[in-house]
T-cell receptor, first 111, second 120 residues
Framework: GQQLNQSPQSMFIQEGEDVSMNCTSSSIFNTWLWYKQDPGEGPVLLIALYKAGELTSNGRLTAQFGITRKDSFLNISASIPSDVGIYFCAGRNSGNTPLVFGKGTRLSVIA | GAVVSQHPSWVICKSGTSVKIECRSLDFQATTMFWYRQFPKQSLMLMATSNEGSKATYEQGVEKDKFLINHASLTLSTLTVTSAHPEDSSFYIC????????????????FGSGTRLTVV
């Protein structure tokens, strides 16, 4: 099935550092979503973006919906140990269509 | 709000047996639910889309006779892995769409906590 290109695949950072990850697609999406998945759990929604150019924050997280509607990025500022996990981007078009997921970015934070 | 309960969280079964996984939307009605499969260190791969009261739509390569999906009510969808084999061992995750959450016409997608299936 269709998948988004998400990078980087993994990151090792020091506590307190900022993190940036992004997703690109060959096709347009109307909605971009960012999820975090902890081991053995389902994904949990972090941020939802609904309009091209939209910049949205949720605490230390900031995400943007690219102008072309083919990309999105997620920034995490001042990382902390509990930020460890896998971050997935997801795109959606309309109706009852399922989400299309990126391959994930595995984040490790070194205290 | 928007809680999706998935059970069991883990199950071990013998080859050849069947396993049923339940996905319930606790505080909303989900006309559409999605079933995903996730292998270690990989992304979620959509298996099927289930709409309440109708047959599920399976993704290419997913055997509908092996992965039976039933969405008999607005709050419950089940995935039954029939005649399970070790290669069916995986993490299965459901997602339910609440059309009244989030932005209009978009809705909210909430995931269950997943089921780890191990076939021995």
């Amino acid at each position: 099935g269709q998948q988004l290109n998400q990078s980087p695949q993994s990151m090792f950072i020091q506590e307190g550092e900022d993190v940036s990850m992004n997703c690109t697609s060959s096709s347009i999406f109307n909605t971009w979503l960012w999820y975090k998945q902890d081991p053995g759990e389902g994904p949990v929604l972090l941020i939802a973006l609904y309009k091209a150019g939209e910049l949205t924050s949720n605490g230390r997280l900031t995400a943007q919906f690219g102008i072309t509607r083919k990309d999105s990025f997620l920034n995490i500022s001042a990382s902390i140990p509990s930020d460890v996990g896998i971050y997935f981007c997801a795109g959606r078009n309309s109706g009852n269509t399922p989400l299309v997921f990126g391959k994930g970015t595995r984040l490790s934070v070194i205290a | 709000g928007a809680v999706v309960s998935q059970h069991p969280s883990w199950v071990i079964c013998k080859s050849g047996t069947s396993v049923k996984i339940e996905c319930r939307s606790l505080d909303f009605q989900a006309t559409t639910m999605f079933w995903y499969r996730q292998f270690p260190k990989q992304s979620l791969m959509l298996m099927a889309t289930s709409n309440e009261g109708s047959k599920a739509t399976y993704e290419q390569g997913v055997e509908k006779d092996k992965f039976l999906i039933n969405h008999a009510s607005l709050t419950l969808s089940t995935l039954t892995v029939t005649s399970a084999h070790p290669e069916d061992s995986s993490f299965y995750i459901c997602s339910a769409r609440d059309p009244y959450r989030g932005r209009p016409l978009v809705g909210g997608y909430t995931f269950g906590s997943g089921t780890r299936l191990t076939v021995v």
